[in-house]
């Protein structure tokens, strides 16, 4: 009787053979057949015959069998490879797709098997490595998430983990979102993790999406602090200050007698308010200044807010004379004065109050950022009735009173306003 090694049984070739059922060499040195198998030879002379395999499996591997020549099993009839996308045996179907591999190897490290016709089966039952990022037991938990991991060593250093986290020398947090590293242990790297959700990941202003790429968050730039639109430049077109440009004389009324002069607010600053002497008439004047200041609020969404405010009083010069009843005369909150009116004769300033305006920044119908300057109310008249002519001084659109001229003696005999438009700067 010839004793033919499995061996042989699957790989020889060079004959001319017919295919037959075989069997499978599995790891541990045992040959697997399949029901009803049998193996089909052919004599070197030409000669076939039946070889059936239910006879016994001799501890070398080998099986014997009643024919007494070599044979070819021919092409297998059992998936030999389930990791390798190749359909061996002929049926259709590939690696773990194929009922032959169930609880077989179906990946290169021999983690995963066939499992329900797919490759997804763990090998272990506990988590086998706790800083690698690989749910190794299929419990849904990976590393120092898995209770598997208490007190295990997850990272450089020999740390281990504690709390569920991997307590990493930059933190639990992902640090940096473009260096390439795992900062914080989790096995997430980079836009990867959600620690860097919104942040930025490279040059050109681009960020951390949330579909874990590094890419441009958007087409429009918002006053957010972000370069949204990959400009290089965060909060491009965004508001960062207030200016002011383009003078003009909005109108003067009175006599001509007296002493004249001009008294203007300081640099970056405008008129808000009157002081001064009221009697018969407007006995005496004092403008009363406040610097513009400039304010973002970074705590608003989406975008950051801006706004004017007035800064401290500024007293000018006192215009006239002393005596009387002393006045003092302002626009309320942070409203400026935008014009003036009153009554006046060809001898003396009669009355006069103050026009208000609130300045604001917003953004227009078009979306662009722009500042107006809208008028909102008067402020009480001072002095008296008097027996002049009313007269009104406002200054355009956008614009707001800089500094008050006229002429002084033991009243006010003549008075005027100047104006200037307020400039938005952008970056």
């Known amino acids: 009787m010839t004793r033919v090694l499995a061996f042989l049984l699957l790989f020889a070739v060079g004959c001319n053979c017919t295919p037959g059922r075989v069997g499978r ?21 030409g000669e076939g015959g039946v070889v059936d395999m239910d006879g016994a499996v001799t501890g070398d591997g080998a099986v014997d069998m009643d024919a007494t020549v070599p044979f070819d099993a021919g092409p297998p009839r059992f998936e030999l490879d389930c990791d390798d996308g190749v359909d061996q045996d002929g049926d259709g179907r590939t690696d773990c797709e194929d009922e032959d591999c169930e609880g077989a190897a179906c990946d290169a490290s021999g983690a995963l098997l ?9 090998t272990e039952t506990v988590e086998a490595s706790c800083g690698d990022g690989v749910d190794e037991d299929c419990d849904g938990m990976r590393d120092c998430a898995d209770p598997d991991c208490d007190g295990v060593v997850c990272g450089p250093g020999d740390v281990t983990c504690g709390g569920g986290a991997c307590p990493c020398a930059s933190g639990f947090e992902e640090a940096l979102c473009g260096d390439g590293t795992d900062d914080d242990c989790d096995g997430l790297v980079d836009c990867a993790d959600s620690d860097c959700l919104g942040r930025s990941c490279g040059a050109m202003g681009v960020v951390c999406l949330p579909g874990g790429e590094c890419g441009c968050g958007g087409s429009m730039e918002l006053c957010q602090g972000f370069d949204d ?25 009175g006599g001509s007698m007296g002493t ?8 970056g600053a405008a008129l808000i308010g009157l002081a001064g002497r009221e009697g018969p008439r407007l006995e005496q004047l ?14 608003t969404r989406p975008e950051h807010t801006f706004r004017v405010r007035r800064g401290a009083p500024i007293f000018g010069a ?5 005596g009387a009843t002393t006045f003092d005369e302002r626009c309320p909150g942070d409203e400026i004065a935008i014009g003036l009116s009153g009554s006046a004769d060809d001898q003396f300033v009669d009355r006069v109050s103050l026009r208000c305006g609130r300045v604001s920044i917003a953004r227009s119908r078009s979306f662009n950022w722009q500042l107006t300057v809208t008028p909102t109310g008067s402020t009480t008249p001072r002095g008296a009735a008097g027996i002049g002519e009313t007269f009104t001084a406002t200054c355009a659109t956008g614009s707001v009173i800089m500094a008050l001229d006229g002429r002084e003696s033991t009243r006010v005999n003549r008075l005027g306003a100047s104006c200037q438009r307020l400039q938005l700067s952008l970056r």
């Not at 004092?286 to 705590?299: G, H, K, R, Y």
């Open 286 to 299: 004092q403008p009363i200044c406040a610097a513009l200041v400039f304010e973002e609020d970074t705590s």
């Open 114 to 122: 066939c499992e329900e016709r797919m490759c997804g089966g763990c």
């Open 318 to 322: 006192q215009h006239g004379a002393a």
């Open 260 to 267: 004249a002069w001009f008294d203007a607010c300081p640099m």
């Open 229 to 253: 639109d990959c400009s290089g430049t965060a909060d491009e077109g965004c508001p960062v200050g207030v200016g002011q440009c383009c003078g003009a004389t909005a109108g003067s009324f």
């Open 25 to 45: 060499l599995l790891p541990d040195g045992a040959l697997q057949r399949p029901p009803d198998s049998g193996v089909v030879a052919r004599r070197d002379g």
